[in-house]
T-cell receptor, first 115, second 113 residues
Framework: EPEVTQTPSHQVTQMGQEVILRCVPI?????FYWYRQILGQKVEFLVS????????KSEIFDDQFSVERPDGSNFTLKIRSTKLEDSAMYFC?????????????FGPGTRLTVT | GNSVTQMEGPVTLSEEAFLTINCTYT??????LFWYVQYPGEGLQLLLK?????DKGSNKGFEATYRKETTSFHLEKGSVQVSDSAVYFC????????????FGTGTRLTIIP
């Protein structure tokens, strides 16, 4: 069964460093998402991406964040200068089409720890 | 805006007990509703979904019915097992727009033998 994959599973970085989180969505999917979950809190939407551009972003997704689909298979989330409060689990998701009954498929997540 | 209110946890039950986790929502139009499960150390897995009023989603013995009149989507299971221990998230997807999911706060369920 096709699945969304994410690398690395755990990333430790120092405050102020840049990190890139990588995702490989399901191959024929067209819509891509990043969510994050701070430890013990709810899952929050960060950004959605379609047709090589951002379609919506949340207040969390400020100028420190960017997304890219560099080669038609990977979907990356970059944080330019990490802060302690960026420590969270980051989930990538993809879907073939919007609208019922299509669902979003989630990757296993990357745990980002900023020290 | 859209929002999901979920029963606070944690919830601890004995094996074979009946489970209800409450979920209510606020949304315009006709959202789709979902329950996701997160097992320890793992990512989010779709447990069940319902896309229109009165639909019942079911999977692995879990059920939830989309009740538009009460804006609810409560999760139920008749007899829980230790392996059901996980965090359960209720979520909605707006009818229009880019399909982002709005999640509730999650309910941690622990089943004791």
């Amino acid at each position: 069964e096709p699945e969304v994959t994410q690398t690395p599973s755990h990333q430790v970085t120092q405050m102020g460093q840049e990190v890139i989180l990588r995702c490989v969505p399901i191959s024929n999917h067209l819509y891509f998402y990043w969510y994050r979950q701070i430890l013990g809190q709810k899952v929050e939407f960060l950004v959605s991406f379609y047709n090589n551009e951002i379609s919506e972003k949340s207040e969390i997704f400020d100028d420190q964040f960017s997304v890219e689909r560099p080669d038609g298979s990977n979907f990356t989330l970059k944080i330019r200068s990490t802060k302690l409060e960026d420590s969270a689990m980051y989930f990538c998701a993809s879907t073939l089409q919007t609208g019922a009954p299509h669902e979003q498929y989630f990757g296993p997540g990357t745990r980002l720890t900023v020290t | 805006g859209n929002s999901v209110t979920q029963m606070e946890g944690p919830v601890t039950l004995s094996e074979e007990a009946f489970l209800t986790i409450n979920c209510t929502y606020t949304a315009t139009g006709y959202p789709s509703l979902f329950w996701y499960v997160q097992y320890p150390g793992e990512g989010l897995q779709l447990l069940l979904k319902a896309t229109k009023a009165d639909d019942k989603g079911s999977n692995k013995g879990f059920e939830a019915t989309y009740r538009k009149e009460t804006t609810s989507f409560h999760l139920e299971k008749g007899s829980v097992q230790v392996s059901d221990s996980a965090v359960y998230f209720c979520a909605l997807r707006a009818f229009f727009g880019n399909e982002k999911l709005t999640f509730g706060t999650g309910t941690r369920l622990t089943i004791i033998p």
